[in-house]
């Protein structure tokens, strides 16, 4: 998935009508069921716009598990996922992931709250759950196989949480997880880089004006690595002021040729995809572990237009060939993820109030 754009909006909340024999009132960090709604953004089916509705009338989420927090919603966002969710992209995975056993009363995933990102504050806590406590100030991004963010409060597993860097607003802080951590997935995941082994690695980042691409962009000058960014001559100044060593105008002439006076690459990181995969051929230096990863992948796509057991032979069968087409070349082809992980966004945070 290419993040191409997203913005961060503060939410407009009130204060929920919790009684006053809650579990929290009693000391107690876990939920009760109880009659207790909340605003939110929802889509009862899959379309355009048209689709989306605002209810205030959204049953309050509940505490299922000991590891999991319930977090007051201050700000959230909106990336590409979202609208491609909210067209029905990506369905029949994500039910399939939201409940594997079919163990729901209900058979439908509606109505549905969209929003990957989130800043505020922790309202209520599980029973195990060590590394937090009602009024933390916390960031996260929610996985897309649960209810979303667009909402006054969101439940998620400790585990995806973190605190929010202090040197950030909450709106400020609701931008970043989920591109972040899908560039750190890809780049530490995938291609194997980190803070100790990217000083001297040339890494070349193809859509680099994106969302991903200017995460990763700032995560690999933070760990010492030299950057060139493929992009449109109108986002040249943002590359280098977010640090790109190099910049490419793919809009002046063709990539291709302007690589060929290029030193070759240690990884590519492929926003685009499509023919930008025969990059990886010419360009990464060959048997050395220079990989290419891209995030534009058929996985969901191949689910939805087969279903899941034709899809993942089909997207199974993809991959394979791909990868010997690469190995074959000395270069090793690999597939990026989205991953939540608060351990992830804790190192992220010292960046950001660090100021890199």
Request: aromatic share 8%; net charge positive.
């Amino acid at each position: 998935m290419n993040v191409l754009w997203r913005r961060a909006v503060p939410l407009l909340c009130r204060r929920p009508r919790l009684r006053a024999d809650t579990a929290t009132d009693r000391g107690l960090h876990s939920s009760c069921r109880r009659r207790t709604v909340m605003p939110a953004w929802i889509i009862d089916k899959y379309g355009g716009n048209d689709v989306l509705r605002f209810s205030d009338n959204l049953l309050f989420p509940i505490l299922n598990y000991p590891n999991e927090v319930i977090i007051k919603v201050h700000a959230a966002s909106v990336n590409p996922i979202d609208v491609n969710m909210r067209n029905g992209y990506g369905a029949k995975s994500l039910n399939m992931t939201r409940d594997p056993l079919h163990l729901k009363t209900s058979s439908t995933e509606f109505p549905l709250i969209l929003g990957r990102d989130v800043s505020g504050t922790v309202m209520e806590c599980g029973l195990s759950v060590k590394y937090f406590r009602p009024g933390d100030q916390v960031w996260a991004a929610v996985p897309p196989w649960k209810q979303g963010t667009l909402a006054e409060f969101v439940l998620a597993n400790a585990n995806e949480v973190s605190l929010k860097p202090k040197s950030l607003s909450h709106t400020e802080a609701a931008s970043l997880p989920y591109v972040l951590l899908t560039a750190w997935a890809a780049l530490v995941h995938s291609c194997g880089l980190s803070k100790e082994k990217c000083p001297g690695k040339r890494v070349l980042i193809i859509g680099s004006s994106g969302g991903v691409g200017t995460a990763a962009i700032q995560l690999l000058k933070a760990w010492g690595a030299h950057v060139t960014a493929v992009c449109s001559g109108n986002a040249f100044a943002l590359m280098k002021n977010l640090g790109a060593d190099d910049v490419i105008d793919y809009t002046v002439a063709r990539v291709q040729e302007q690589l060929k006076t290029r030193d070759l690459f240690d990884a590519i990181l492929d926003n685009i995809g499509g023919s930008s995969e025969e990059l990886a051929l010419h360009y990464l230096k060959p048997w050395s572990g220079a990989t290419y990863v891209t995030l534009v992948t058929p996985f969901l796509y191949n689910n939805d237009q087969l279903g899941i057991a034709d899809g993942m032979m089909r997207t199974g069968v993809t991959l394979a060939s791909k990868v010997m087409k690469h190995y074959y070349k000395g270069i090793h082809y690999r597939w990026g993820f989205f991953a939540p992980s608060g351990p992830t966004l804790d190192e992220i945070g010292e960046l950001v109030d660090a100021g890199k």
